[in-house]
T-cell receptor
Framework: KQEVTQIPAALSVPEGENLVLNCSFTDSAIYNLQWFRQDPGKGLTSLLLIQSSQREQTSGRLNASLDKSSGRSTLYIAASQPGDSATYLCAVLPLVRSARQLTFGSGTQLTVLP | DAGVIQSPRHEVTEMGQEVTLRCKPISGHNSLFWYRQTMMRGLELLIYFNNNVPIDDSGMPEDRFSAKMPNASFSTLKIQPSEPRDSAVYFC???????????FGNGTRLTVT
């Protein structure tokens, strides 16, 4: 059974810092990996999706990498801003079509201090 | 596009009552998912539909839970009878196809007293 772990559970940084959020998964047979952002009282917003054949994806100040063989993904946030404060979740989609549902990590709660 | 629309945003009900949660997916999306989120268990997939057909309902906790998708633009999740342990935020999400980015609604916060 796929397990997704995100460490740390919470992170607090001063504005302007570059930071890295970590995600690890136990089964490397994945179709893709997605990073989401969740603001309090809201649903999840998809940030980046990396296909299993890709190594990284970029969107603005965000860069997500994928190392399937080691079961790891990172989300890099450059020049962090207070507006980046949210919970960040990663989720993996298995390769096996019959089990095609996302497994989510428990998230990293990020606070960017002004 | 207005995104995935869920109603109601908040629902407070007494134990034993029937609860119906509603979802309108993004137009053109073929896959629809119902999730439940709690502090203790995180995000759990309850059921998902592909082209209006339930594909996997193994996450539905018990027979008190049922979900329908009568057409491509509407789905319901029903709990009957509701219990206090059903209190959670219920999210509906849709995607263009299986494996496409998932788009979430803002959720329904259910409180069962």
């Amino acid at each position: 059974k796929q397990e997704v772990t995100q460490i740390p559970a919470a992170l607090s940084v001063p504005e302007g810092e570059n930071l890295v959020l970590n995600c690890s998964f136990t089964d490397s047979a994945i179709y893709n990996l997605q990073w989401f952002r969740q603001d309090p009282g809201k649903g999840l917003t998809s940030l980046l999706l990396i296909q299993s054949s890709q190594r990284e994806q970029t969107s603005g100040r965000l860069n997500a990498s994928l190392d399937k063989s080691s079961g790891r993904s990172t989300l890099y946030i450059a020049a962090s801003q207070p507006g980046d404060s949210a919970t960040y979740l990663c989720a993996v989609l298995p390769l096996v079509r019959s089990a095609r549902q996302l497994t989510f990590g428990s998230g990293t709660q990020l606070t960017v201090l002004p | 596009d207005a995104g995935v629309i869920q109603s109601p945003r908040h629902e407070v009900t007494e134990m034993g009552q029937e609860v119906t949660l509603r979802c309108k997916p993004i137009s053109g999306h073929n896959s629809l998912f119902w999730y439940r989120q709690t502090m203790m268990r995180g995000l759990e997939l309850l059921i998902y539909f592909n082209n209006n057909v339930p594909i996997d309902d193994s996450g539905m906790p018990e027979d008190r839970f049922s979900a329908k998708m009568p057409n491509a633009s509407f789905s319901t999740l029903k709990i009957q009878p509701s219990e206090p342990r059903d209190s959670a935020v219920y999210f509906c999400a849709s995607s263009l196809t299986e494996g496409s980015p998932l788009h979430f609604g803002n959720g329904t916060r259910l409180t069962v007293t």
